[in-house]
């Protein structure tokens, strides 16, 4: 019996490798990427009919484009790219410089179209766009070292939803990270609020931010206090569960937008209050944070100006609301009178919000009202947020 | 001020949506896939330079293919494809026939290779190919019905770690879904352990399987009782947290099979107790329901007899475990000596496990064990697991 057996899981074997190959097409055992002992990548692909193939990336330096936008001309930075070299098997190849520990991402381009690598089975989506990426942890406490799922204990990640009065009774999704031993103890727990950027989502800091390995490692190392993170949908009006839902959102970076701070500002009492009441939660600002990136920058600022006794913590990654009227100025007077334990503004020196945040430091300057700031390389990316994430979680809650 | 920070984020969208233009091509305005009136279906594909595309998936009626493996030739089954036509502007094209209410996954084949659909961010990995997918939600109670969120309470999905004794202190990863109204209750609830297939891990049942709506929407209807749904990591040598994890691992369906039961059926009871003594729940073989699918299948067939009094509900779905010697005869007798309420297999008629199926069902047969049996069409796909799942988990613990 265990001859026929076997013969029958062949068959379904042959079926389902049969199901990848063809969707696949040769070349499908290929290794790519290769992570090579000097931390330098080799990237392979089979497609033997092109007359092209490059590899573009962050792993590359990121290059200037002048754009036209709004009658204005603009530069703004893209991603590198590389050309592959093809030998007679049809394989085309690329090696990268040695690299430094971190969370990477790439995508081929064919013919000048973009392919992704059919021999790495891990992607990210960014708004509407879709790479391949890779990680490098090059040694303890890089970059790379925070991003990954180490031999430490974890944390719970929860897809949970709550109904948003404040919404007209919305259901709505939010991502809850409650840290290790949650489960298996009594005591309550400091409340870290984490917003997303336009065209982001609930998922966006857990896919993106690697929120929940960050939190994890630090809190494992004791270089962060055991908190509780919880990550809303900040954009009031689009759906909940994003490729789940009945109809196929296709989010672009217009169509998830909240340009104005009101409903989220509005609604805010409700995400608090949900988690207050279903969760172990220490009360009090001392032990509310709050930060977001880009538009959830603004809105961590807004925020935390509307609600000025609420959160102790704020932190504003590429992203602050500005001072632009006398209700604004008695706000942010209101906020400081007691003031936050910390007023964080992370942003990169070549990022086009950093002159926003610049007016943000001069207002703050002028008034006495302190913050701390942090200027890191680069621009408006997911490679500075969650460098972010990690320096500011580690001021948290002490 | 207004005006100023007007034209910063205007900077920064225009590096975004550079980033994304270049990613993706032109074309990128293009609906793709469009679902008309009529429930056919409209892909669209901007190539210009391409000599052949077609589309290729489930939505086609497949086609059978002759491989051979381990030097037997076999007959195996793959999804269909249909050539796209081209237009003036380089934009390809391709309407389907009026489909039924069903998720469906599709991809193109430019030149012969595979190439995602740039307008449409929604893939599912099975294994190590992705596919972007659609659903059909034709009528009230239809398949596609049941696979999407819909506005009724929502259960809490959580990744969830614990520790397995049993596999020498390993951090293993599940996933657990409670149903509404479990947060805000004092109820104890009853269990379904639901189990992947080789090539999969604890994401599957979630992503490719839509366990999470599909018990959200047959419990708001009261066609299914609430309750607690464990989906375990069932490779016991296999990283759990996929794509998250230090190393890179590729999952293949031979690196992501375990051949023998032994390892899980050994290891299970960490799994139950770590649920029991962490959620509500409602203890006894009358609360307890096992199931999988294929690799799954043969899983839960093993663990229900291996542990005769343990499970109340046993849902086999394209995999059993043969009775092949003295011990299993014994244990089988054992099992059915009280009886299972409910012993329940499922098969696609043109899958190459049904002979299992069959040969488990006459040996049944003839020892008077009661089993329910449901064939469908088609083969080993998920599919017809999604369909199993929603006919078996109207029939736990009534």
Redesign the interface.
């Known amino acids: 019996?265990?001859k026929?057996?076997f013969?029958?899981?062949?068959?379904?074997?042959?079926?389902?490798?049969?199901?990848?190959q063809?969707?696949?097409?040769p070349g499908?055992g290929l290794i790519s990427?290769e992570?090579n002992p000097d931390h330098s990548v080799t990237f392979r692909l089979y497609?033997p009919?092109a007359i092209t193939v490059s590899v573009?990336g962050d792993f590359l330096p990121a290059k200037a484009?002048e754009?036209e936008?709004?009658g204005?001309k603009?530069t703004?930075?893209?991603?590198g790219s590389a050309e592959m070299t093809q030998d007679q098997n049809g394989v085309w190849t690329y090696t990268s410089a040695p690299l430094e520990g971190e969370l990477y991402s790439y995508?081929f381009l064919?013919?000048?179209?973009?392919?992704?690598d059919?021999?790495?089975?891990?992607?990210k989506?960014d708004?509407?766009?879709?790479?391949n990426y890779?990680?490098i942890?090059a040694s303890k406490g890089d970059k790379g070292y925070w991003y990954?799922?180490?031999?430490t204990?974890?944390?719970?990640?929860?897809?949970?939803?709550y109904t948003s009065p404040k919404l007209g009774g919305a259901?709505r999704?939010m991502t809850v990270y409650t840290p290790?031993g949650y489960?298996?103890g009594k005591g309550k727990y400091p409340v870290l609020y984490l917003l997303h950027g336009?065209?982001g989502d609930e998922d966006a800091w857990q896919d993106l931010g690697?929120a929940?390995?960050i939190l994890d490692n630090l809190i494992a190392e004791g270089k962060a206090e055991p908190m509780i993170v919880v990550m809303p949908n900040g954009v009031y009006f689009n759906?909940?569960?994003?490729?789940?839902?009945?109809n196929?959102f296709?989010?672009t970076?217009?169509n998830s937008r909240s340009s104005s701070t009101k409903e989220i500002e509005d609604s805010f009492p409700d995400v608090i209050s949900f988690i207050e009441s279903?969760y172990r939660v220490a009360k009090g600002s001392g032990n509310r944070a709050v930060a977001g990136l880009?538009m959830g920058g603004r809105q961590a600022c807004a925020l935390s100006r509307r609600y000025p006794d609420t959160f102790g913590y704020v932190g504003m990654f590429s992203g602050v609301s500005?001072i632009?009227s006398a209700e604004d100025e008695n706000n942010i007077a209101s906020q400081f009178k007691s003031g936050p334990k910390l007023y964080w503004i992370g942003v990169g020196s070549a990022?086009?919000?950093k002159?926003?945040c610049d007016?943000l430091r001069s207002y703050c300057d002028a008034h006495g009202y302190k913050y701390e700031y942090y200027e890191s390389d680069g621009?408006?990316t997911w490679r500075n947020w969650r460098v972010y994430l990690t320096l500011f979680t580690q001021k948290l809650f002490k």
């Open positions: 019996m265990k026929l057996i013969s029958a899981l062949a068959a379904v074997s042959a079926a389902w490798a049969l199901n990848a063809q969707a696949l097409g499908t990427p992570i497609s009919k573009t484009v754009v936008m709004a204005q603009l703004a930075m893209v991603d995508s064919v013919n000048g179209q973009k392919a992704m059919p021999s790495n089975v891990y992607f989506r708004v509407a766009t879709w790479v890779f990680t942890s990954e799922v180490r031999d204990p974890h944390g719970t990640v929860s897809k949970q939803w259901l999704r290790a489960e298996n336009s065209g690697r929940v390995q759906n909940a569960a994003p490729g789940y839902a009945v196929m296709q989010p970076l217009t279903h880009s500005p632009e990022d086009g919000v002159a926003n007016r621009g408006h």
